[in-house]
């Protein structure tokens, strides 16, 4: 795929190791390491594919931007993630298995643009199903009206 460029947003222990890799493979006019981004949620719009390589995650509000983005989604197969990845229509891979992202990040880059764009559609409608913030006011409301019940 030599047209895919890799922006990676966040800050780590890992950075050096990362650049010297990036570096050593002649991947520094591909591979770019944008660090810290204040307010990045609004670059999202430009990226084709989301990937969240997250060890540990609770609630992946970087996730639910990308799914408003209508991006395809990957992400690593922990629990907070793979509830909301798979069943809207994003894939998901092994923590720590660079083969099975590489093999994951292979197939959506394979897809036609059209193919893609379906699997964006499906995640934002899925967020807009399951998390949308009326049903949220929903549920607050309908849980503090219970606790008050059962005074």
């Known amino acids: 795929f030599p047209d895919v460029l890799i922006a990676i947003i966040g800050e780590g222990k890992e950075r050096k190791t990362l650049e ?3 570096a050593s493979l ?15 949620a609004r670059y999202v719009k430009a990226f084709d594919i989301w990937i969240m390589p997250s060890h540990s995650e609770g609630l992946p509000l970087a996730l639910m931007e990308a799914m408003t983005a209508k991006l395809p989604i990957l992400t690593t197969s922990i629990p ?3 509830y909301i990845v798979r069943p809207a229509g994003g894939k998901c891979f092994e923590v720590q298995n660079p083969d099975d992202l590489a093999k994951v990040l292979s197939n ?6 059209e193919q893609r764009a379906e699997l964006g559609d499906q995640s934002f409608k899925y967020l807009q199903t399951h998390f949308s913030l009326q049903r949220y006011r929903n549920e607050y409301q309908s849980l503090i009206e219970r606790l008050l019940n059962d005074r």
């Open 80 to 82: 907070s993630m793979d």
């Open 26 to 40: 002649g991947l520094s006019d591909k591979v770019f390491l944008l660090g810290n981004v204040d307010g990045a």
């Open 20 to 22: 010297d890799e990036i």
């Open 108 to 113: 959506c880059l394979k897809l036609t643009p």
